[in-house]
């Protein structure tokens, strides 16, 4: 199995960082705008993106305040995300929150890796944007991918 990982140091606490990756209202400052999760182990989420033409649906695994995030991705538009773990850990020192990002599972020789490498390289550094300055670049502001 393959898997795409991130380290991101961001100018923020640690629970600002926390709330944005696991709240809807903070996804859709950095990630999508088409966000809906409910934050809860076992919550459902739904992210969209494009209109809706690309849709994630996962579901809240680990939950634990304010250091870890965890979700199984249980279905993606064309199967990409399918089986796919989603995970982000936080940890803090001197007002600098280190992001340890993780997508695991994708199925090996699956080329839809190299995309969502890029695309997460992306979105985490729209999240660091947000947290430090206000503004992040979620989707459908995004236009940087499609060009």
Request: aromatic share 10%.
């Amino acid at each position: 199995m393959s898997e795409i990982m991130h380290l991101i140091k961001i100018r923020a606490a640690q629970g600002k960082v926390y709330q944005a990756v696991s709240t809807p209202e903070g996804i859709r400052n950095w990630w999508t705008r088409d966000a809906a999760l409910d934050p809860q182990i076992g919550g459902a989420g739904e992210f969209g993106f494009y209109g809706h033409r690309m849709v994630i649906k996962v579901k809240v695994a680990e939950l634990a305040p304010p250091a870890h995030v965890a979700w199984d991705a249980v279905s993606s538009t064309g199967g990409a995300f399918d089986g796919t773990t989603i995970s982000f850990d936080l940890k803090s020192e001197d007002d600098i929150t280190s992001l340890l990002f993780a997508h695991r599972g994708f199925k090996a020789g699956a080329n839809n890796i190299a995309s969502a490498t890029t695309r997460w390289g992306f979105y985490l550094l729209s999240l660091k944007r947000y947290l430090e300055t206000g503004k992040g670049t979620p989707n459908p502001e995004d236009m940087e991918l499609i060009r």
